[in-house]
C-alpha cells in the first residue's frame, strides 16, 4: 500500500526567501505524485502533479518540484515565498493499479514572515 | 459548472445521532471519495467508489457507510455520531487515470 510522509510539521520563512517542503512517498511501482495548498477554511487546491517524463515539474503560484526515485521523494520548492503563500501543503500519492486511490501526508503548515 | 458540491457546510450532532453528508458532482468522473481531516494527520480516506454501484474502504472506515446509485451522488452516512468523528470532511472527485482530485469546499461537523 502507499503512503505519504512530510517530516516537516510546520515551517516559518520570511517573505522573499527561497523555500523547500518536503516529501518522502511509499510505493512499490511508479506513483504518481501531487502536491496540493490549502488555504484556512478552504479546500484543496492542485499545485502541480507528476506521472512520467521529466522529473521537474512546474506548477501554478511559482511553485515547482522534483522527483527523485533513488530518494523516494518529491520536494516542493519556490524561489521567493510571497505572505499570500502561508497555508497548509499536502503532499499525495496515487498509483492506478489501486483503483485510483489518492493517500496523503500529514501536511506541512507554512507561516511567513513579512 | 458546479463542479463538487457538498452539504451541509456545518453541522452539529449529538452523541449516538445519525445523519448523512451529502455529496454532488457534475464533472462526470467515474472515482469519487471522502476523507476526513484532523489537525496533524492529513486527510485520510473514509470510502471511495469507482462507479455507480461500486464502493471500497478506505483507511479509516468504521462508522461510516457509503453507497453509489448515480455517477453523480456519494454520500456519507454516520449511523450513529461518535465524538471520535468531529472533523471536517472532504468529498473529492477523480477522473479516470488520477490525474488529478477536485475537492468539494467541506463539512465541519461536531459530535457532542
Known amino acids: 500500500a502507499q503512503s505519504v510522509t512530510q517530516p516537516d510539521i510546520h515551517i516559518t520563512v520570511s517573505e522573499g526567501a527561497s523555500l523547500e517542503l518536503r516529501c518522502n512517498y511509499s510505493y512499490g511501482a511508479t506513483p504518481y505524485l501531487f502536491w496540493y495548498v490549502q488555504s484556512p477554511g478552504q479546500g484543496l487546491q492542485l499545485l502541480l502533479k507528476y506521472f512520467s517524463g521529466d522529473t521537474l515539474v512546474q506548477g501554478i503560484k511559482g511553485f515547482e518540484a522534483e522527483f527523485k526515485r533513488s530518494q523516494s521523494s518529491f520536494n516542493l520548492r519556490k524561489p521567493s515565498v510571497h505572505w499570500s503563500d502561508a497555508a497548509e501543503y499536502f503532499c499525495?500519492?496515487?498509483?492506478?493499479?489501486?483503483?485510483?486511490?489518492?493517500?496523503f501526508g500529514p501536511g506541512t503548515s507554512l507561516s511567513v514572515i513579512p | 459548472n458546479a463542479g463538487v458540491t457538498q452539504t451541509p457546510k456545518f453541522q452539529v450532532l449529538k452523541t449516538g445521532q445519525s445523519m448523512t453528508l451529502q455529496c454532488a458532482q457534475d464533472?462526470?468522473?467515474?472515482?469519487m471519495s471522502w476523507y476526513r481531516q484532523d489537525p496533524g494527520m492529513g486527510l485520510r480516506l473514509i470510502h471511495y467508489s469507482v462507479g455507480a454501484g461500486i464502493t471500497d474502504q478506505g483507511e479509516v472506515p468504521n462508522g461510516y457507510n457509503v453507497s453509489r446509485s448515480t455517477t453523480e451522488d456519494f454520500p456519507l452516512r454516520l449511523l450513529s455520531a461518535a465524538p471520535s468523528q468531529t472533523s471536517v470532511y472532504f468529498c473529492?472527485?477523480?477522473?479516470?487515470?488520477?490525474?488529478?482530485?477536485?475537492f468539494g469546499q467541506g463539512t465541519r461537523l461536531t459530535v457532542v
Open positions: 473529492a472527485t477523480t477522473n479516470t487515470g488520477a490525474t488529478e482530485a477536485f
Open positions: 499525495a500519492v496515487g498509483a492506478k493499479t489501486s483503483y485510483d486511490k489518492v493517500i
Open positions: 464533472m462526470n468522473h467515474e472515482y
